[in-house]
């Protein structure tokens, strides 16, 4: 009960702390409001150089950004380092020496322009301007490293517990332990074969709770959207991809290429089929992840704006209710996309070590 309560207290809190992001932004009334939403959520779904907490307007009209700005590192003809407020949300220009950068608000993107900072377009809408080479700790880096410390911790504690308390977990190993049992029992052990599972162990739970983690960070206010971003999800394919195939045994490639018991014209049709399955498994990897995050942030920004649009308190709070049932569900999904991502993995990593009869037994 107790756990019932704090679960649905930290899911308003942060479904407040999104509303009060989106009213901060105070749309401009000239405007039509259902566009600066669009541009809003875009903007949000995409990588950025600070934190964005909240903005409030002082009483002479000047507006005040709340953020945790990060450095900026950029290439052109030398290395060039700022801090991401210099450039006051791209509405300020950056000097160095004879060189002048201005961030793009709608991409996010670092621009080289004049000292003016003017952003030069052509008739479709594509910036003209020179891109420096970009190499600055956006906050999905950020997010990345924070990540990754934390499993450090989170699994050193529970390596120590065990070699102090002769194999019984204590503190927060309690509840990773039977998350990693639950791993190894319904993922690896059904998937790989108990002769071989251990030999991936410690990618499926580094991918598992990589991926599980970065979607709860992602439903928090800080705005993170790593599993959204479509490069994450793909290095994380292309890890499986390579394990994959740089694993596999002789019967792996013999059913690729010269399937046993079919026959030859039928092999010489299926073999581009199944060698070009080598790449969809990835592929398809990589995109569940990606639309499903992504949509879901979609789908809570939207809700959260309508909010905004209705202004009146039949259609907001009903807007309210719905956004905070569809977070509840992205907790769901959360965990969800992180079992889907390392089951797949785990049967990828079964086909490449199956030695020959073992489907027949």
Not at 262 to 275: G, S, Y
């Amino acid at each position: 009960m107790f756990f019932s309560k704090k679960f649905l207290f930290v899911t308003l809190f942060s479904l407040f702390a999104f509303c009060t992001a989106f009213s901060a932004e105070t749309f401009d009334k000239k405007k039509d409001k259902k566009t600066d939403i669009k541009k809003y959520i875009t903007h949000h779904l995409k990588d950025s150089h600070s934190f964005y907490l909240t903005s409030y307007t002082k009483d002479d009209g000047k507006k005040v950004y709340i953020e945790l700005p990060l450095p900026v590192i950029l290439y052109d003809n030398g290395f060039k380092f700022f801090i991401s407020s210099e450039f006051k949300h791209g509405k300020e220009v950056v000097a160095d020496n004879e060189s002048f950068y201005r961030m793009n608000y709608d991409n996010n993107k670092i621009y080289k322009t004049n000292i003016q900072g003017d952003i030069i377009k052509d008739e479709n809408g594509k910036i003209l301007n020179e891109k420096p080479l970009d190499f600055s700790i956006t906050k999905n880096i950020v997010t990345i490293f924070l990540v990754s410390f934390l499993m450090l911790f989170l699994f050193n504690s529970l390596a120590r517990s065990y070699s102090r308390n002769n194999g019984i977990a204590d503190g927060v190993g309690r509840f990773l332990e039977p998350i990693i049992l639950y791993v190894r029992d319904e993922i690896a052990i059904p998937g790989i074969g108990q002769k071989k599972y251990k030999n991936y162990m410690s990618y499926l739970l580094t991918v598992f709770f990589f991926i599980w983690f970065l979607n709860m960070l992602g439903l928090t206010p800080l705005g993170v959207n790593v599993t959204g971003n479509i490069a994450v999800t793909f290095s994380l394919a292309l890890l499986t991809f390579l394990l994959t195939n740089l694993t596999a045994n002789k019967n792996y490639w013999g059913h690729i290429f010269w399937m046993p018991g079919v026959p030859i014209p039928l092999k010489i049709i299926l073999a581009p089929i199944e060698f070009l399955g080598l790449f969809i498994k990835p592929f398809s990897l990589l995109i569940r992840l990606y639309a499903n995050i992504q949509a879901g942030h979609i789908v809570l920004y939207s809700l959260i704006g309508l909010m905004f649009v209705f202004q009146n308190w039949v259609g907001s709070s009903l807007s309210f209710l719905l956004a905070f049932f569809i977070s509840i569900i992205e907790i769901l999904v959360a965990l969800l996309q992180a079992y889907i991502f390392t089951m797949l993995s785990a049967l990828y990593f079964g086909f490449a070590v199956e030695e020959h009869g073992e489907t027949e037994h």
